[in-house]
């Protein structure tokens, strides 16, 4: 998972809006990288809420830990949980999160997706971040993630149950909102 770059001041100050504007208790990050979308997720949850953050790379983790603490914010408002999102995203309660966020493999975003229809609760709000590279970008995805991000785009275009927004902050940060079932 990780690997990406922190992100830009935009796309942070973008998920700090989404989390504010959901008003987020539980939020979902697949993808810790070295914590700073992180912070700003916390920055726009409500007082008390928790973000549960998900990476394979135990350093990631150790060094959001470390900055999540420099931060201010306590232990108590986030978990860290390690292993492959993809085996770790099932054990997460259904309906049980407001937003999930993804800053992680762009092979596996139609996956990532699937899990975060199941995580939401109605009006929740999923964020893909990179989800408009393509080849003219200046560091391209590769054809596997190319191809993955164009069957991302044409699941969420296509999918009656959520309203997207594609956002220009970076590579693109796709949003999009579970409608009531």
Do not use: N
């Not at 914590?35 to 700003?40: A, E, K, Q, R």
């Not at 762009?106 to 199941?118: K, V």
């Not at 989800?131 to 970008?137: G, I």
């Amino acid at each position: 998972m990780g690997g990406a770059a922190p992100v830009s001041r935009l796309t942070g100050g973008t998920l700090r809006f989404i989390a504010a504007a959901v008003g987020a208790r539980t939020v979902v990050e697949i993808g810790t990288g070295c914590g700073t979308s992180g912070i700003w997720l916390l920055r726009g949850m409500r007082p008390g809420a928790v973000l549960t953050s998900v990476d394979v790379e135990p350093e990631h983790q150790r060094l959001a830990r470390a900055a999540f603490l420099a931060a201010g914010f306590p232990a108590g408002r986030f978990r860290l949980i390690g292993g492959l999102a993809l085996e770790v995203l099932p054990r997460l309660a259904d309906g049980g999160y407001d937003m999930v966020f993804c800053d992680a493999d762009r092979h596996e975003y139609p996956e990532y997706l699937a899990a975060a229809m199941r995580l939401l609760r109605p009006g929740g709000v999923v964020a893909l971040d990179g989800a408009l590279a393509d080849e003219r970008q200046p560091r391209p995805p590769d054809e596997g993630a190319a191809a993955a991000l164009r069957e991302l785009r044409e699941q969420v275009s296509s999918d009656d149950r959520l309203v997207p927004l594609l956002l220009p902050a970076g590579s693109g940060l796709l949003a999009a909102v579970k409608q009531p079932d």
